[in-house]
DNA sequence: TGTAATATGTTAACAGTCTTAACAAAATAC
DNA sequence: GTATTTTGTTAAGACTGTTAACATATTACA
């Protein structure tokens, strides 16, 4: 039961519900292709007839094609499969992290095409982007000279404005009120741009993703575990992103106000107790309440380093991990209780050990939730090779396309 | 940019325009009664003779009355002005609470008929919907023998199942899987009932609430403090309810996960150090990380009394509030970082105190909130004589009626 | 006092969209 | 080779928003 908002509706027009219809055609055919205008008929309830003068609308833009027939078990005429036309334009997505800058190029509908590059992260906002452009035009031109871009999805680790493209505070990039859209405007005019933090992109990885599994969840939470605890709040199949554009810093919800320090400056954030830096650190015996310079050991010593260890047989290694478990249940639990959300979502290079810590995970969320059914909130891991933060950035570009018009 | 979820949409038919246009017609007059077709054109930027056959269809439909004319103060003809029809029928809000039940009685756009009554709460289902079956027909006759009541909205201290009618959890009442709905049915068949959350049901007497600056806020929370700590979010207009009608259980996040026992079982909980009766006992020297026997004193020691003997000196009192008002701050802070809202509603008895504990509030939640917009996040404080529980029993009959159609 | 100007509200023709029903096209069953 | 069945198309009808003209009602001003 949603309130319309006096100040900021949309009213419906002649065209309004064409336009509605019209976006359920293409997330339809975008879930479930190949499929038929019999197909579609049966699914949206309606008649053949309004679905072969949408069908022929989308055919004329080139939003959709036509395919191979399908073959009928019984007698009839043979169905005439449709497809979303992925062949409109590229999208570009980018990974922006610490070290190094991941590309993926990508079809209209952000199927993968070519490698997964990867270059070292320019600090220089100019450079940076000078940089990107060339890989981009490069990428174009091996991917047969492709003219026409839809858009570059890009994700900052760290907090951004979308509206004016603006990277508001990137810590580990150290840019403060970067404006990206200017700089890009410079070397790819008239290109879109997109920007989203890395763990609200993680969480749009799985909206849009088009496995069977998310259909009938809108309501699912992505917990990124890494150098930070980036969390995506998804209500209602869309992405929650608040007033500032914050929303989802479940990460700086406390454990314990009087624990360690944590990047943000307070005390006892779940980040401080279970990012990787935590763990190594909780490896290592120090200090986690002080800021300490980083040893050597610990800066090259990575999380995945502790986590063969554990697997090899380093006790010490595994209660580390086993540690960090308990911290990310109780943490996970704070969410279920705020969102109750139908599924969890979780990403970064601890769900590598996730068969070493799943059962004290699981154990922890239980401690804490209110009921329980919220303990039983199910997991889906989702492992770095399915890229999340890449097909986030992705869903930036290809994603407005299916979305729901804004009406009422 | 919401998905459409492809096993639950509803698409657009022939009348779907109507319906939204038909909504958003009624949350105009709703909220800026009196006004004319004019105005309704001019504000939804369309024309006369569109808002005229809408208007007509309402009219017909009993939604919406026409009143005097008003006056204008240039040369042209007089409008007509509209209202809401208030005269369909009557609401029953009630508000269930551990000793007492409160009653009120309003007209079909929630405004008050009558005074509000109270009398004692029964534990046995049956009695209770008996008592309170008797006091409802009472009220009708009192109030001109009224023979159509549009429904009952019936808030409850525990956790509900909204579709079925379910108390799942009240332990204030004693009641587990009580469904009322079905007890209702035998004592006023026919009547339709709606059950919800006392916290959640707070917010939503914010967002149907007509005040001016209830406009444009479409993302907020109220925390209602008392006994516990019962929080509503509203993420685009609309109340999130989660997966199992659990979300928004904020007051069990801890501040610190080896606090103070909370009654949920859990330590440390934000409600285990803001409640009332965490205040008290603070106030009182008890130990609150174990459960006692209550003491006579305490019982019989109010909240009110203790802010009461702050405000006339009593040091001992002033801290115990400036602690809480502390907690309070650093639960916000999560609640800020989590949602990041537009606004912050406080409801509760602690709220009579807010000018002995504001600054501490607030300078609470900046300590833990990452950047300083959020740490500004306006808090309007919500007095119990506006009667938030009860305004949001209302709008779960009223509210319906105007809130915007399913779509896509 | 009468006319011009202006704002409100209504009406009828028109345009866009979904809906219904009939029909053409294409395949299989018998 | 005909009947049956399924797919896809077409044309007429129904509902809704849009446009433009008009009636209604009031004030301004000569």
């Given at each position: 039961m949603r309130r319309i908002d006096p100040k900021n509706f949309s009213k419906a027009t002649r065209g309004t519900s064409r336009e509605i219809n019209r976006q359920i055609v293409l997330t339809l055919i975008r879930t479930h292709?190949?499929?038929?205008r019999a197909d579609l008929a049966r699914l949206m309830e309606t008649n053949r007839a309004n679905i072969t003068l949408l069908i022929n609308e989308l055919l004329e833009e080139g939003l959709v094609r036509e395919g191979a027939q399908g073959n009928l078990r019984v007698r009839g005429r043979k169905p005439t499969f449709l497809y979303?036309?992925?062949?409109k334009g590229v999208a570009i997505a980018l990974d922006v992290r610490a070290t190094r800058t991941f590309m993926m190029v990508t079809d209209s509908i952000g199927k993968q095409i070519g490698d997964i590059i990867s270059f070292p992260t320019k600090y220089d906002p100019t450079e940076f982007v000078a940089s990107i452009s060339w890989q981009i035009r490069k990428a174009l031109h091996d991917n047969?000279?492709?003219?026409?871009?839809?858009g570059i999805g890009i994700v900052i680790p760290g907090m951004v404005d979308r509206k004016t493209g603006t990277?508001?505070?990137a810590p580990k990039l150290g840019?403060?009120?970067?404006?990206l859209i200017e700089i890009f405007e410079k070397e790819l005019p008239g290109t879109e741009v997109h920007l989203e933090n890395s763990g609200r992109a993680c969480a749009l990885s799985q909206i849009w993703s088009?496995?069977?599994?998310?259909?009938?969840?809108n309501d699912s939470v992505f917990v990124s575990v890494s150098d930070g605890v980036g969390v995506g709040v998804v209500i209602n199949g869309e992405l929650i992103r608040g007033k500032h554009n914050t929303?989802?810093?479940?990460?700086?919800?406390?454990?314990?106000?009087?624990?360690p320090q944590c990047s943000c400056g307070?005390?006892?954030?779940w980040e401080a107790y279970v990012s990787n830096l935590a763990t190594l650190s909780r490896y290592f015996g120090r200090n986690l309440s002080r800021k300490q310079p980083e040893s050597i050991e610990v800066v090259e010593f990575t999380i995945e380093d502790l986590i063969s260890r554990a697997r090899s047989g380093d006790s010490k290694a595994l209660i580390a991990l086993q540690s960090t478990a308990r911290y990310l249940g109780l943490g996970l639990a704070s969410v279920i209780n705020a969102i109750d959300p139908s599924f969890i979502y979780i990403g970064g290079e601890i769900t590598e050990a996730w068969d070493l810590i799943e059962s004290q995970v699981r154990e922890a969320i239980k401690e804490r939730t209110l009921i329980k059914e919220l303990g039983n909130t199910p997991i889906r891991i989702v492992p770095a090779v399915e890229h999340p933060r890449l097909q986030g950035a992705v869903a930036l570009v290809t994603a407005p396309a299916f979305a729901a018009p804004k009406v009422a």
């Open positions: 292709q190949p499929l038929s979303i036309n992925s062949a047969g000279g492709i003219a026409s871009c839809e990277v508001i505070n840019w403060k009120y970067v404006n088009t496995r069977e599994d998310v259909h009938g969840q929303a989802g810093e479940f990460g700086h919800v406390p454990l314990s106000i009087d624990g307070a005390n006892g954030c």
